[in-house]
């Protein structure tokens, strides 16, 4: 098995979930306030309310080699000024976890075991790779490093993008021909020996991260939901897509489960393991470790699954 599918896939059992994350200080504690964008990591989330501040809870990632675990919850920025988060899926075999969130003016600030970065932009959208964060610009997204060593290879995508989505150290776009494009951010590429999907003709209207470079799902032009790769062995089903016509789709970044939303904003959800959805109506979904949560249209984010972490105990 390569060392990228190891690092995806996490080590089970290296150490306890029991340990107590801290409290995160965020001032005004917001409660009641309606959320207007949520993300949901690796047993951690982080969401924006209306008053433009980020609240994160959850455990976050500990292996027991991390002196800070808990760095991207308690080290979620105070001020005030944000429109949108997004947190880092990564498997609980990495010791660290990066969160980043953008601002009114479009600028980017982000934190967690990486260290952090600021960047000015202004960019209309961010979604987290392992250790960087695409951010985009019109069309063109370009690829920010959130640590030191960080793998941020490319400077830019520079085709015309009209939805995107990461996952490792990989990335699907979708251009506006509505044509796939896959690509790597760390200096190799991806393992010689490792299989590598081919990526269906389009239309498409939307992908979901990459599980390394093996495969992924995506909601095609007229609505239809199509996975494609190499099935997971050890956790068959999400290609087992259901028929209908969807808007909106995610995929637990273990590929055990995926759920989607159709035009009206109800759920489904399939896969290995996956839970029976909270019904909605929903307007955006996010998952990450077999959890899943929903945004309904004025604010309110309901979870279900496996909920490790305790990323489904949304802050009241």
Not at 70 to 78: D, H, K
Not at 79 to 106: H, I, K, M, P
Not at 171 to 189: N, Q, S, T, Y
């Amino acid at each position: 098995m390569s060392p990228l599918l190891l690092l995806l896939l996490g080590c089970t059992g290296c150490a306890s979930d029991t340990t107590e994350a801290p409290a995160t200080d965020t001032g005004d504690t917001g409660v009641g306030l309606p959320w207007v964008d949520v993300s949901l990591g690796s047993r951690a989330a982080c969401g924006v309310r209306t008053d433009t501040r980020v609240r994160c809870w959850g455990e976050g990632v500990d292996t027991g080699y991390s002196p800070e675990p808990y760095r991207v919850i308690s080290g979620a920025p105070t001020t005030a000024g944000f429109v949108d988060v997004d947190l880092e899926s990564v498997g609980d075999a990495l010791d660290y976890q990066n969160a980043c969130a953008r601002r009114e003016d479009g600028s980017v600030t982000c934190w967690g075991k990486g260290g952090g970065r600021d960047d000015e932009g202004p960019y209309d959208e961010i979604r987290m790779v392992y250790g960087g964060v695409l951010a985009r610009q019109g069309n063109t997204v370009h690829c920010l490093s959130t640590w030191e060593e960080a793998p941020c290879v490319h400077g830019a995508v520079t085709y015309d993008v009209a939805q995107y989505s990461g996952g490792g150290m990989t990335a699907l776009f979708v251009g506006v021909d509505g044509e796939l494009h896959l690509e790597w951010f760390d200096a190799h590429g991806p393992d010689p020996y490792q299989f590598v999907m081919e990526l269906p003709a389009g239309p498409w209207a939307q992908v979901s991260a990459p599980f390394g470079y093996e495969n992924a799902c995506g909601i095609r032009s007229g609505g239809d939901i199509e996975c494609f790769g190499e099935e997971p062995s050890d956790w068959p089903g999400v290609f087992d897509a259901p028929e209908g016509e969807f808007v909106d789709l995610c995929v637990d970044l273990m590929v055990r489960s995926a759920c989607a939303l159709d035009a009206g904003g109800a759920p489904t959800c399939w896969g290995y393991d996956h839970y029976t959805p909270d019904p909605g109506p929903f307007v955006a979904l996010t998952c990450g470790e077999s959890s899943y949560c929903g945004r309904t249209a004025d604010g309110e984010v309901r979870c279900w699954g496996d909920c490790r972490g305790g990323v489904c105990d949304v802050p009241p």
